[in-house]
């Protein structure tokens, strides 16, 4: 059972590294196309959270291994990343629309480059929706159970091995597991509540 939570914080840590960055870069790209152009790149983006998790697994499965690349790590990352990605990009977006875009001309304006811009003036404001969507994609890639069956390979996330368990028979520690995943949940969002009122009052 550890093994199995120490793979799944491992492609969550991986999938992270991945998706924030190129969901990010979408939600850039796609926020500066023209409308026609936006809807369509936006179709296509968001189409993978419409696909069913069993065929992005087997269809990365299958692709994958005609390039020699079999089940692992790896795939799982890549095959959880098709999909995550979309989150990331939505919130991003969503983020953006509320972004006063005279900001970026004023600091141009004051000899400020494009990556000092990007690094000085919209980082900054799009920090909360980066950091949230950094946690929401660890969340969809540990529980994530359909793609990851078929791309697993030899390895065993914890989604597999409670489903494993399930089938073979629950065992108590199964049951503890879930239980200090529910308090660890309700500590989290205790002191993150505390933590944001205390910035409020401050």
Known sequence: MW???????LVAVCVVVVVVPVGTAAALVLTSLHARARSFAYAV??????????????????????LGVGGGILLIV???????????MLMVMARLQRFDRTQEEAALGLGASRPMVFRRVLLPFLRPALLASAGLAVLQSVENYNTTLFVRGFETPLTVFIATKVRTGLTPAVNALALVIIVAAVVGA????????????A
Do not use: N
């Not at 093994?3 to 914080?9: A, D, E, G, P, V």
């Not at 983006?45 to 005609?66: A, K």
């Not at 205790?190 to 009052?201: K, S």
């Open 3 to 9: 093994q199995s939570l120490w793979t799944s914080l």
């Open 45 to 66: 983006m968001v189409s993978p959270l419409l696909t069913p998790g069993v065929v992005i697994g087997i269809s990365t499965l299958i692709l994958w291994r005609r």
């Open 78 to 88: 890549l095959a959880q990343s098709t999909f995550i990605i979309c989150y990331v």
């Open 190 to 201: 205790l002191l993150y509540e505390i933590a944001r009122r205390r910035r409020a009052a």
